[in-house]
């Protein structure tokens, strides 16, 4: 079954720029899409089709894709970024959804 | 607005059954796909079944595959989880999503806020 990697956890200080990668196998041939998750909430898409973005998600919010390796970038960060963010993908091969184990993202 | 609502939750014994609901409003439910997701306590997020907009075509995770059957009624544009033989490890939030499109690959959209299902003698 297809795996996806994420770092358990990244810190950055307010102001900097984040990033948050997903490993896979040839990821970059899917299209990965990135949730952020904060305590006892649900899931908000923030960015999908690798770097499309919702309706009222701040531009601050970027994704790229390419080769083994999908990254959701967080530029100019603020605390109320502070959350989990999960990457996900369709694997074709099963027909099945993929999460990612999810990154705790910690603003210093 | 889209809204989506989970109920059904609750607490109940190993080999069990439940019925989780999703109601939704505020798009065209018959045009979408619509998915369950669930989350154990401190854990991730783990996919468990997408249902097709239009002909229904149904997905599952293999760790429900026979367990589980998702199903939507269109003229009451709800969503279904209907899940047997419970083990302790199904206990988690059940979120109900829309995906994006009318299949079964593209993200979800919009999140109900989930309903918590503890399985435990």
């Known amino acids: 079954s297809y795996v996806l990697t994420q770092p358990p956890s990244v810190s950055v200080a307010p102001g900097k720029t984040a990033r948050i990668t997903c490993g896979g196998n040839?990821?970059?041939?899917?299209?990965v899409h990135w949730y952020q998750q904060k305590p006892g909430q649900a899931p908000v898409l923030v960015v999908y089709?690798?770097?499309d973005r919702p309706s009222g998600i701040p531009e601050r919010f970027s994704g790229s894709n390419s080769g083994n390796t999908a990254t959701l970038t967080i530029s100019r960060v603020e605390a109320g970024d502070e959350a989990d963010y999960f990457c996900q993908v369709w694997d074709s091969s099963t027909d099945h959804v993929v999460f990612g184990g999810g990154t705790k993202l910690t603003v210093l | 607005e889209v809204q989506l609502l989970e109920s059904g939750g609750g607490l109940v014994q190993p080999g069990g059954s439940l019925r989780l609901s999703c109601a939704t409003s505020g798009f065209i439910f018959n045009n979408f796909a619509l998915s369950w997701v669930r989350q154990a306590p401190g854990k991730g997020l783990e996919w468990v079944s997408t249902i097709r907009g239009g002909a229904g075509t149904t997905y599952y995770a293999d760790s429900v595959k026979g367990r589980f059957t998702i199903s939507r009624d269109n003229s009451k544009i709800t969503l279904y989880l209907l899940i047997n033989s419970l083990r302790a490890e199904d206990t988690a939030v059940y979120y109900c999503a829309k995906i994006l499109v009318g299949g079964a690959d593209g993200p979800g959209d919009y999140w109900g806020q989930g309903t918590l299902v503890t399985v435990s003698s």
């Open positions: 089709d690798d770097s």
């Open positions: 040839n990821i970059g041939s899917k299209s």
